[in-house]
């Protein structure tokens, strides 16, 4: 058999080959997943429901609960990020950090936040959007203080009485106050919070409801809307 005859026939086998392999991994890629009311697609894939190859790596996300109540969470800085929603055509999530969101939501005052951690990014998969505020948590406040600061006060007190239910509290203060304040008043836990658009200083209680927004990240992945557009 002539020998250029046999590499054309080498190259065919390799070349289709090569094209069925892309088509298993578009067929099983292609259609996103849901979790709870979110559509899952590139550059996300879902742990255990969907293969890596179908996400960009450092992406992979874990869906908890069931129908319309479930919901996907992704780890950052050792924490769960609860995702409320994704922006494919911005590249964009709004999220919240789901131990905060509990400790803010809770009335039983017995949610221990301590395990809280500082939000570092890897620079190359996820940024903080601009135009949003921070603030800085102080942990284990006794009453004397957490009363003397009403406004900062945020989790486990009576909005309606503004009594502490313990004796120990969180105050969030914003960027600007806390350099006023430091963290010697309380415990030695200090933590960045992030919320979504800005705080004006305002009435007692409007700081927790700044922080149960949640806040956005940008993400950065390469782009698949090429192939998926092509079919694969």
Known sequence: MNQNLCILILMFLLLTEASFALGFYYQNCSVPISCGRLNISYPFYIQGKQESFCGYPGFQLSCHGDGEDAYPLLQLSGNNYTIHNIDYQRKSLLVSNSLLSGYLESTACNNDISSLHNLTLPNDQF???????????????????????????????????????????????????????????????????????????????????????GFELNWFASDCSRCQDSGG
Request: hydrophobic share 30%.
């Open 127 to 213: 940024e903080l959007a601009s135009n949003q505020a921070d603030f800085f948590l102080l942990y284990n406040c006794n009453s004397s203080v957490v009363e003397s600061c009403p406004k900062y006060k945020v989790g486990c007190f009576d909005q309606a009485t503004n009594k502490t239910r313990s004796n120990t509290s969180v105050l969030a203060l914003p960027r600007d106050e806390y350099p006023k304040f430091g963290s010697h008043k309380c415990g030695e836990e200090v933590v960045v919070a992030h919320a979504r658009g800005r705080y004006e200083n305002g009435e007692v209680g409007l700081i927790q409801k700044v922080l149960s927004r």
